[in-house]
């Protein structure tokens, strides 16, 4: 187990974000200048001064691609979908969902918790998760609300946790990931959750709290800052969150601060495979869908190399294709995106080493 992982911990659990209303600069990070007067990170080419598109991956400002997440996300720990231009949980306007097409039908699928039964006992959100790769066993053995559907892989079973390891989850909702990585890591270990929606943090820590998991903190903050020490952790997961960050590159080189030399990257997250249309990449619901932001396998490779990683393997799952597609009534998702399992390794000697 890693000597040290939370350093401030108590004071850092509400480290309060870097954008919108927040404050910045959570203990830890190893970048204290996060704030950008609202917009989060933007990540610029030195060059060319101009912004990445990589970076956010989408057509949207970074601002603009933060508050829609958060807003998706909130709308959906607090127990229904939400689109991200005023309209309700429904779908609607008017709070009877009447005029559903634009953003119910561009909020379904993979980040969405959307559905009530999966058709064999279980909620949609069981039968989401059996579908993009958990067992059955695993899916029954959270606490109820743990799970919202939200994933597009899991990244446990790429992860090989250990007894006694310290496993960060980036992006960690209501703690889905989390729990079954604390069953790995067991009493020895700890897990820490990162989520900057704070409506998920406390749908979290209300699930930790029900089934009484002591091993398991989850604290508000953004991943491109994370309120974590240098080297404390031993593995970073992830489910399906990288892709909606406005500042990829960034996020990996602040995974890269937090793992301990020799500590590795397991997650699963959407690549994408072919241009998406410039009207969809500008549509706040499908950056927040998990569709308009996603980086190529190529992009990814590169911001992950730069951040010093090794032994970097993506690969895009063929039969994903299946449940990408379902993610939109509008339009076919797969056209773009599939998900992936994006796995990378820290240096033993943690920098430096040739790749
Ligand atoms: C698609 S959901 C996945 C949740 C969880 N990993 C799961 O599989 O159930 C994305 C989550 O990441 C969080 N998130 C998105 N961008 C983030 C960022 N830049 N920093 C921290 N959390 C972020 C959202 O608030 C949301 O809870």
Same mark, same amino acid.
């Given at each position: 187990?890693?000597?040290?992982?939370?350093?401030?911990?108590?004071?850092?659990?509400?480290?309060?974000?870097?954008?919108?209303?927040?404050?910045?600069?959570?203990?830890?990070?190893?970048?204290?200048?996060?704030?950008?007067? =609202?917009?989060?990170? !933007?990540?610029?080419?030195?060059? /060319? @001064? #101009?912004?990445?598109? $990589? %970076?956010?991956? *989408?057509?949207?400002?970074?601002?603009?691609?933060?508050?829609?997440?958060?807003?998706?996300?909130?709308?959906?720990?607090?127990?229904?979908?939400?689109?991200?231009? =005023?309209?309700?949980? !429904?779908?609607?306007?008017?709070? /009877? @969902? #009447?005029?559903?097409? $634009? %953003?119910?039908? *561009?909020?379904?699928?993979?980040?969405?918790?959307?559905?009530?039964?999966?058709?064999?006992?279980?909620?949609?959100?069981?039968?989401?998760?059996?579908?993009?790769?958990?067992?059955?066993?695993?899916?029954?053995?959270?606490?109820? @609300?743990?799970?919202?559907?939200?994933?597009?892989?899991?990244?446990?079973?790429?992860?090989?946790?250990?007894?006694?390891?310290?496993?960060?989850?980036?992006?960690?909702?209501?703690?889905?990931?989390?729990?079954?990585?604390?069953?790995?890591?067991?009493?020895?270990?700890?897990?820490? @959750?990162?989520?900057?929606?704070?409506?998920?943090?406390?749908?979290?820590?209300?699930?930790?709290?029900?089934?009484?998991?002591?091993?398991?903190?989850?604290?508000?903050?953004?991943?491109?800052?994370?309120?974590?020490?240098?080297?404390?952790?031993?593995?970073?997961?992830?489910?399906?969150?990288?892709?909606?960050?406005?500042?990829?590159?960034?996020?990996?080189?602040?995974?890269?601060?937090?793992?301990?030399?020799?500590?590795?990257?397991?997650?699963?997250?959407?690549?994408?495979?072919?241009?998406?249309?410039?009207?969809?990449?500008?549509?706040?619901?499908?950056?927040?869908?998990?569709?308009?932001?996603?980086?190529?396998?190529?992009?990814?490779?590169?911001?992950?190399?730069?951040?010093?990683?090794?032994?970097?393997?993506?690969?895009?799952?063929?039969?994903?294709?299946?449940?990408?597609?379902?993610?939109?009534?509008?339009?076919?998702?797969?056209?773009?995106?599939?998900?992936?399992?994006?796995?990378?390794?820290?240096?033993?000697?943690?920098?430096?080493?040739?790749?």
């Amino acid at each position: 187990m890693s000597e040290d992982a939370s350093p401030g911990a108590a004071s850092d659990a509400d480290a309060p974000c870097c954008s919108d209303d927040r404050e910045p600069a959570p203990t830890g990070s190893s970048d204290e200048a996060c704030c950008d007067g =609202g917009a989060g990170v !933007t990540e610029r080419d030195s060059t /060319t @001064g #101009s912004k990445s598109d $990589a %970076a956010t991956g *989408s057509g949207l400002d970074p601002a603009a691609q933060r508050r829609a997440v958060r807003e998706r996300y909130a709308g959906i720990a607090t127990g229904g979908d939400a689109g991200t231009d =005023g309209t309700d949980a !429904t779908g609607g306007t008017d709070g /009877t @969902g #009447s005029s559903t097409a $634009a %953003a119910g039908a *561009s909020t379904g699928g993979c980040c969405s918790g959307e559905g009530t039964d999966d058709g064999c006992g279980g909620t949609a959100a069981d039968g989401t998760a059996r579908q993009v790769g958990y067992t059955a066993e695993e899916v029954d053995a959270v606490a109820d @609300g743990a799970n919202l559907g939200l994933g597009c892989g899991n990244p446990g079973a790429i992860a090989d946790l250990e007894a006694g390891e310290v496993a960060l989850d980036l992006g960690s909702g209501a703690g889905f990931d989390c729990f079954l990585a604390a069953r790995e890591v067991g009493e020895s270990g700890s897990v820490i @959750g990162v989520d900057m929606t704070p409506e998920m943090v406390e749908t979290a820590r209300a699930n930790a709290a029900d089934s009484d998991v002591g091993n398991v903190e989850f604290r508000l903050g953004e991943i491109e800052h994370l309120p974590v020490a240098d080297g404390s952790i031993d593995v970073v997961i992830s489910n399906c969150v990288i892709n909606l960050s406005p500042a990829k590159p960034q996020v990996f080189r602040e995974a890269f601060r937090a793992l301990r030399p020799g500590g590795r990257l397991a997650v699963s997250d959407v690549v994408r495979t072919a241009e998406v249309p410039s009207d969809l990449r500008a549509d706040p619901d499908s950056v927040a869908a998990c569709v308009a932001g996603a980086a190529t396998v190529d992009e990814l490779e590169s911001m992950l190399r730069d951040a010093g990683f090794v032994d970097a393997s993506i690969e895009p799952k063929a039969d994903s294709e299946a449940f990408v597609r379902e993610w939109d009534d509008d339009h076919d998702p797969s056209e773009f995106v599939r998900s992936a399992s994006i796995e990378a390794r820290k240096p033993d000697t943690g920098a430096g080493e040739e790749p």
